[in-house]
Structure formats: structure tokens, C-alpha cells
Nanobody, 121 residues
Framework: QVQLVESGGGLVQPGGSLRLSCAASGSIFSINAMGWYRQAPGKEREQVAGITSGGSTNYADSVKGRFTISRDNAKKTVYLQMNSLKPEDTAVYYC???????????????WGKGTLVTVSS
């Protein structure tokens, strides 16, 4: 079994910053891509940022220049540094990992339960 523990969400004023963390544990042989997604009320879930095992990153246009994704492979943890937050960033943020449970298994994915980020004055 796999567990993803997200932390770092909360209430922040516009222009403020938050850092989200997502730590993976359990039956994981290796992690391929890691990513952050978000879902605002009444909207579909969208990808915010992703990072490959080699460290290549990609971002949604709406967060480029404001958010930074990083990972610590030894800790099996992915981070999302969010700066210059805007009210439209308000959403539940989910992390997702693509991983193998052994060297011969197929690629699987797993989602965290989400952490709420509210940007409001």
C-alpha cells in the first residue's frame, strides 16, 4: 500500500506565500513523475505543476513565474512553493505520483487526499 501525506495548506492573504509538501511512503520501488493538481469549487481538476524523476518541470500558464515545484528523492517528497498568491489560486491542491512497486511492475499512479489553500483578505 501507498500513502501520500500532504501538508502546508491554509489561509493566506493575496500576495502571500505558502509551501505545500507531499511525502510518499509504503510499497514504492521508485517514483517516476510527481505533480500537483488543484480543483476549485465548480471547476474541473487541473494540473498546476509536474516534475520528472530527472528534475524536468512544467507549469500551468496561470502559475508560471509564481510557483516552483521541487522534489527530494531520498525523502520521496514533492514540494510546491507558491508565491504572489491570488484569490483565483484558491482550491484544494492534490499531489499525484507515478511509481513502480518493483523493477518489473507496471507504472501506477496514486493521489493524495488534498489540502485546501484559501487566498483571501
Amino acid at each position: 500500500q501507498v500513502q501520500l501525506v500532504e501538508s502546508g495548506g491554509g489561509l493566506v492573504q493575496p500576495g502571500g506565500s505558502l509551501r505545500l509538501s507531499c511525502a510518499a511512503s509504503g510499497s514504492i520501488f521508485s517514483i517516476n513523475a510527481m505533480g500537483w493538481y488543484r480543483q476549485a469549487p465548480g471547476k474541473e481538476r487541473e494540473q498546476v505543476a509536474g516534475i520528472t524523476s530527472g528534475g524536468s518541470t512544467n507549469y500551468a500558464d496561470s502559475v508560471k513565474g509564481r510557483f516552483t515545484i521541487s522534489r527530494d528523492n531520498a525523502k520521496k517528497t514533492v514540494y510546491l512553493q507558491m508565491n504572489s498568491l491570488k484569490p483565483e489560486d484558491t482550491a484544494v491542491y492534490y499531489c499525484k505520483i507515478d511509481f513502480y512497486i518493483s523493477s518489473w511492475s507496471y507504472l501506477r499512479n496514486y493521489w493524495g487526499k488534498g489540502t485546501l489553500v484559501t487566498v483571501s483578505s
